[in-house]
């Protein structure tokens, strides 16, 4: 019953346990990076077609755009992972940076960095935790200068 109720979490479990079960085999023999990409645009296209070819099988066409939009956040994860294993440690600190927004909350006037879905309201400047010292308010115009930029 939870393969024909819950279908595209279905096909998005699938894909994830195929896509850990590729990277092991890659680190278990030696398979270039590239041909596991191969397989994997091959199975995300076969996977495609299934979800295209689904409406025979009694799928709504919400249901299909609801696939359609977890295959693709599987395949974006994919190409994140195989992006982090090719790149150099200067290419991964820019990845990260990229992931970083700053914004200025309007609402309690603080400056907050968010990051995978983790906010960091950010306006002290940092001291040594170890010794609870005092902690320094950063000026106003400091930190808006930052988010100007």
Known sequence: QLLTSMQPQVAELFLRVQFTHATDQCMLKPETLQ???????????????IIA???????????????KRLLFVQHRHCSMVHEL????????RRCWHRMVKAFHSHINNQAVLSCTGHDIEYGYDFNDWSNLGSFVL???????????A
């Open 53 to 67: 070819d689904s409406f025979n099988y009694g799928l709504t066409a919400g249901m299909v755009t609801v696939a």
């Open 85 to 92: 294993v090719r790149s150099s440690p200067e290419d991964l």
């Open 35 to 49: 041909s596991a990409e191969v397989r994997q645009r091959a199975l995300l296209q076969e996977l495609d077609e």
């Open 138 to 148: 950063l000026d106003n115009d400091i930190w808006q200068s930052v988010f100007r």
